[in-house]
């Protein structure tokens, strides 16, 4: 399951982790908040099947290998939100209407059908934040 924060490949941090969340909650020693990004994180850009993008991260030296991951991690992504919808209410959010239920299972369908074809480009995320 993707960790928020974390390498999309090794799944190791690339931010600084500043808090974690506590037990009981379903996201227990996951983190909370984060800083700033580690030297070597960076933010991959991938192409979807209808054109638009998705950004990732990843540490650097997996990005010429990013790209033989996707599968998995697209999954990965998927795994995350499921449990998310799955635990709203440990995350303290209100019931959801039969609308937003609608509403959500209508993006994860496009979500399955719209894959990544490839990685459009990476940057550095120090570069971008300009830490």
Known sequence: MKIQGHCSVS???CFEILETFNEPHPLAGQPRR???PLP???????VLVDGTTADFT???RYVP???AHLPLIWREVQDRVRFDRKNH???KQPDFSEEQHAQMD???LAHIDNVPLGVLAWRKWSDINGD
């Open 58 to 60: 990843c540490k650097q």
């Open 106 to 108: 209508a993006w994860n």
């Open 89 to 91: 209410k440990a995350y």
């Open 11 to 13: 799944g190791d941090p």
């Open 40 to 46: 070597d994180a960076v933010r991959v850009t991938l």
């Open 34 to 36: 984060i800083g700033k």
């Open 65 to 67: 290998e990013f790209y």
